[in-house]
């Protein structure tokens, strides 16, 4: 049966799929990194069907997606240096861990029950558009199943998730393809927790400091998409294999 989930982002469409985010329901959208499987932060049920569409473990918080800096201190903690970052950086492949407001437990799901929250406001105007009509913040991990490779166009996530994705707003291929970069705010030292769209070096001229990146051999990591074993390969791994040794084992 062919799915017809994939819709092109006109206005009409875009002020149906914010109904839909506020009606519980999955939106995928493109941002400037890859295709977001996209939730209404505050409904833990339409949190809990991310988490099931994609078969990701509850212990792997998500990221919420905001559309203005100036809401950014009433969802978290924040101080000048994070919005100096913010008004930087955003919108942009950068990811901001900061100290969670105590009056805000519905969102607890998203955040896998820390006490800090990841945010960030993608640089895509389908996705800003979004996240602006909705009213809310958009939590959108990845728009494929869980240790799949992440969807860079409307095609990868019907194919990853077909109808268990309610629109897929189609923006075309996205300009990075990898992830944001993560970066924990909650000490003094701003530390790299995940690489990724945005250089170390980048933040660092910013910042006119070091900046730190965290030690993933560390046996209480802040977050479980940080161990070691997260992306380990189940078969084992051989590099720099020669055609020869292939030739040789075949003919044994
Ligand atoms: P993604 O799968 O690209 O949506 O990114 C989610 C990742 O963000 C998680 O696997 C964590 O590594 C990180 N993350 C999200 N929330 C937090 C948090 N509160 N503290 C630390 N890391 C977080
Ligand atoms: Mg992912």
Redesign the pocket.
């Known amino acids: 049966m062919k799915i017809e989930n994939i819709y092109q982002p006109t206005a009409e469409n875009i002020a149906r799929a914010a109904k839909a985010i506020k009606d519980g329901k999955l939106v995928s959208f493109p941002t400037d990194t890859v295709y977001g499987l996209g939730a209404n932060v505050y409904n833990a049920q339409a949190v809990a069907n991310i988490f099931k569409a994609k078969e990701r473990p509850l212990f792997?918080?998500?990221?919420s997606h905001i559309a203005e800096i100036d809401f950014l201190p009433e969802y978290a903690e924040t101080d000048s240096r994070v919005m100096d970052l913010a008004r930087h950086f955003w919108p942009g492949p950068l990811?901001f861990?900061l100290k969670r407001k105590d009056n805000n437990p519905s969102i607890d799901l998203a955040?896998a029950g820390?006490g800090?929250?990841?945010v960030r406001m993608p640089n895509h105007p389908v996705a800003l558009a979004l996240i602006k009509h909705s009213g809310v913040p958009i939590v959108a991990?990845?728009a494929n199943k869980f240790k799949t490779v992440s969807p860079t166009t409307a095609q990868h996530v019907q194919d990853s998730l077909g109808n268990k994705v309610d629109m897929i707003l189609d923006g075309g291929a996205c300009k990075i393809g990898v992830?944001t970069t993560?970066i924990?705010l909650t000490g003094k030292q701003v530390t790299i927790?995940?690489a990724g769209g945005l250089a170390k070096e980048d933040l660092e001229e910013f910042l006119g400091e070091k900046v730190l990146i965290n030690d993933t051999s560390s046996s209480r990591p802040?977050?479980p998409?940080?161990l070691l074993k997260h992306y380990a390969p189940r078969l084992p791994l051989r590099i720099n294999v020669e055609e020869d040794d292939v030739i040789m084992k075949i003919a044994k």
């Open positions: 792997d918080p998500l990221i990811t861990v955040c820390l800090s929250l990841a991990p990845s992830e993560i924990d927790l995940r802040t977050a998409g940080q």
